[in-house]
């Protein structure tokens, strides 16, 4: 709409231009013939109608399309709206139907579907001496979680199914790139991540499930135990597989089960920092995000009680998810 008035006034403007060049020739023409004093006002009266018809003409235009920019902006607003009231309806409706698979008992035999791991429902302590902005304990009910981080393969699945939006490429983003089909997705943001889960009938966990699928019950630091951080996961730090600063990029999923958390799943520490579905606090609307990444090569990062919070539209090389949900029967 916008591009449409700039043409239309640019046309408007070169009428106005060419009028005003006809008038002036017509007015230098009667000034030969000063003399001829009638013949000279004729001729400057006509000049003054041509320029006040083509003022006129540019400001009708100029009017015209400021009331449809106008239009268009306030549609705009409308569409808006009607959109954000969609989402949180459909926002709603998950939370209830994730509320309501939460609340059943926990089967004796629960099972999960393919590609995730059973986490039984349990207290523990969140935090730890260095984090301790949610401390505390906290029970979880039982839920599946994905035994790895979402790969580029599945993701790409989903692209072609038109459920899941085309992740970004380039620089050290896994998308597009040969050989990585088994690395973690990455360069994807929140909403990327959300609409992943929800095209699997599940949802991204909450920060208190990503921890506690990560630690367990018994207090540990990483999802392997206590014992410093070296070659139990996909890093830059000392006792990685390449050296300390060496890494260059993300690892095969599930390459590195010496890290596996208590449940058995792999990498929930280092490859991809991992979305969760959290909010950074009460005043914070951006998004925690949890569990280290190849980059870094600080200990301390790669702790399981360790959080920090990105904006939903944020895309790092470092950054990606798995998804929890339901078990069965």
């Given at each position: 709409m916008q591009q449409a008035c700039v043409i239309r006034r640019q046309a408007a403007s070169q009428a106005r231009e060419s009028c005003d060049a006809r008038c002036e020739s017509g007015h230098t023409q009667c000034s030969d013939y000063a003399p001829?004093?009638?013949?000279?006002?004729?001729?400057?009266?006509?000049?003054?109608?041509?320029?006040?018809?083509?003022?006129?003409?540019?400001?009708?235009?100029?009017?015209?399309?400021e009331k449809a920019v106008d239009a268009a902006k306030a549609s705009d607003a409308i569409d808006s709206e009607r959109y954000q009231n969609a989402v949180a309806k459909v926002d709603s409706l998950f939370d209830t139907v994730r509320s309501y698979m939460l609340a059943r008992p926990w089967p004796d035999a629960a099972q999960c579907p393919t590609g995730m791991l059973p986490i039984p429902p349990g207290t523990f302590t969140m935090g730890d001496a260095e984090n301790t902005s949610k401390a505390g304990q906290v029970t979880v009910a039982g839920f599946c979680m994905d035994t790895t981080e979402v790969t580029t393969a599945a993701y790409a699945a989903c692209v072609k199914s038109g459920k899941c939006r085309?992740?970004?490429?380039?620089?050290?983003?896994?998308?597009?790139?040969?050989?990585?089909?088994?690395?973690p997705i990455n360069c994807?943001?929140?909403?990327?991540?959300?609409?992943?889960?929800?095209?699997?009938?599940?949802?991204?966990?909450?920060?208190?499930?990503?921890?506690?699928?990560?630690?367990?019950?018994?207090?540990?630091?990483f999802p392997w135990g206590n014992a410093e951080p070296a070659g139990q996961l996909c890093w830059n730090g000392e006792g990685n597989s390449l050296g300390k600063g060496n890494r260059q990029s993300t690892c095969a999923v599930a390459s590195i089960p010496a890290g596996n958390s208590p449940f058995g799943l792999f990498d929930m520490s280092g490859n991809v920092w991992e979305w969760t579905s959290s909010t950074y606090s009460a005043t914070d609307a951006a998004r925690v995000f949890r569990g280290g990444s190849w980059f870094y090569d600080d200990p301390s990062f790669v702790r399981s009680a360790f959080r920090g919070r990105f904006v939903p539209a944020d895309l790092r090389v470092d950054l990606g998810f798995r998804c929890a949900g339901s078990f069965f029967p």
């Open positions: 001829h004093q009638a013949a000279h006002r004729a001729c400057s009266q006509q000049k003054e109608s041509c320029d006040n018809r083509c003022v006129a003409t540019q400001t009708q235009v100029n009017a015209a399309c085309v992740a970004s490429t380039g620089g050290d983003c896994n998308a597009g790139v040969a050989g990585r089909d088994n690395h994807v943001d929140w909403h990327d991540a959300k609409s992943y889960c929800r095209a699997q009938g599940r949802w991204l966990p909450t920060e208190e499930e990503w921890e506690y699928a990560a630690r367990g019950t018994d207090g540990r630091i």
